[in-house]
């Protein structure tokens, strides 16, 4: 079985652009998370997905942050335009059920110069 | 809002000994509770998933336990190798929502 998968593995990207991450979850895996860790912070919570729909956002910075997960399978994270304090790692997590453990891609690290 | 803290936030250890790894948390009103371990530059690699109605969940030399009334679990590793040189992270699955909330990790090296 195929973990969970990311794409770029690494990013970097001017202030003002658009970047585009994505996020291939385990196969039957309804439920997808996306978090980021920002430099000396913890790993924080950003949504879940439960199929196509979106559970929780309550983690969303802000309206620069745009994530769909169309047909309910694989995801992506928008951020434009981006800015300086963006930077960080993305990781995307998935788990078949409530209360199971939730696997973990390798992330994307963004840098925004 | 939970909170959630690993002390200390770094460790060095000799080769082959056991070591225990601390995580604490504010709000006991959790639904898990799942230890991971990162080495650089990767991913979470998950090592154990404690549910909220059981004390302790054991693989291979890891054992981890959890007493959710005082609001603490740890990581206890047997016999230590190099190879366990990583840092581990403790999340807490909070009861009412899905997402996890991560301590910040404790850094552990094992000295050959």
């Known amino acids: 079985e195929a973990g969970v998968t990311q794409f770029p593995s690494h990013s970097v990207i001017e202030k003002g652009q658009t970047v585009t991450l994505r996020c291939d979850p385990i196969?039957?895996?309804?439920?997808l998370y996306w978090y980021r860790r920002v430099m000396g912070k913890e790993i924080k919570f950003l949504l879940h997905f439960v199929k196509e729909s979106k559970q929780d956002e309550s983690g969303m910075p802000n309206n620069r942050f745009l994530a769909e997960r169309t047909g309910g399978t694989y995801s992506t994270l928008k951020v434009q335009p981006a800015e300086l304090e963006d930077s960080g790692v993305y990781f995307c997590?998935?788990?078949?059920?409530?209360?199971?453990?939730?696997?973990f891609g390798p992330g994307t690290r963004l840098t925004v110069t | 809002k939970q909170e959630v803290t690993q002390i200390p936030a770094a460790l060095s250890v000799p080769e082959g000994e056991n070591l225990v790894l601390n995580c604490s948390f504010t709000d006991s009103a959790i639904y898990n509770l799942q230890w991971f371990r990162q080495d650089p530059g990767k991913g979470l690699t998950s090592l154990l998933l404690?549910?909220?109605?059981?004390r302790e969940q054991t693989s291979g030399r890891l054992n981890a336990s959890l007493d959710k009334s005082s609001g603490r679990s740890t990581l206890y590793i047997a016999a230590s190798q190099p190879g366990d040189s990583a840092t581990y992270l403790c999340a807490v699955g909070n009861f009412g929502n899905e997402k996890l909330t991560f301590g910040t990790g404790t850094r552990l090296t094992i000295i050959p």
């Open positions: 997590a998935s788990t078949r059920a409530r209360g199971h453990e939730q696997y």
């Open positions: 196969s039957g895996h309804d439920n």
């Open positions: 404690i549910q909220s109605s059981q």
